[in-house]
Nanobody, 122 residues
Framework: VQLQASGGGLVQAGGSLRLSCVAS????????MGWYRQALGKQRELVAA???????NYADSVKGRFTISRDNAKNTVYLQMDNLKPEDTAVYYC?????????????????WGQGTLVTVSS
């Protein structure tokens, strides 16, 4: 199983970016998906999460500006980021809680994408 994130880049304050993360490989089902971020010198923090039923959760700092969504048919999670601020600058990591069949058993574990850099200039 692999997660591939994309969509990061450089944007001016007030601008928008859309991150995507697609899961591939031996996947039986995907539970929660989401995004964390880590700014330089800071701890990794949860940005947004979404369950398989579509229930969402956001960090207070991004509520009203970021929107998480998913396409279950494509095993993909998105993060639409609007009205970006310099303090949103960070490496963004996607994750997915994936259930897969490893022979005789079904196992569920969290997989991580490789990280995509978002830089917001003032």
């Amino acid at each position: 199983v692999q997660l591939q994130a994309s969509g990061g880049g450089l944007v001016q304050a007030g601008g928008s970016l859309r991150l995507s993360c697609v899961a591939s490989g031996s996947i039986f089902s995907i539970n929660a998906m989401g995004w964390y971020r880590q700014a330089l010198g800071k701890q990794r923090e949860l940005v947004a999460a979404i369950t398989s039923e579509g229930t969402t959760n956001y960090a207070d700092s991004v509520k009203g500006r970021f929107t998480i969504s998913r396409d279950n048919a494509k095993n993909t999670v998105y993060l639409q980021m609007d009205n970006l601020k310099p303090e949103d600058t960070a490496v963004y990591y996607c994750y997915a809680d994936i259930r897969s069949n490893s022979g005789l058993y079904y196992t569920t574990r969290r997989y991580w994408g490789q990280g995509t850099l978002v830089t917001v200039s003032s």
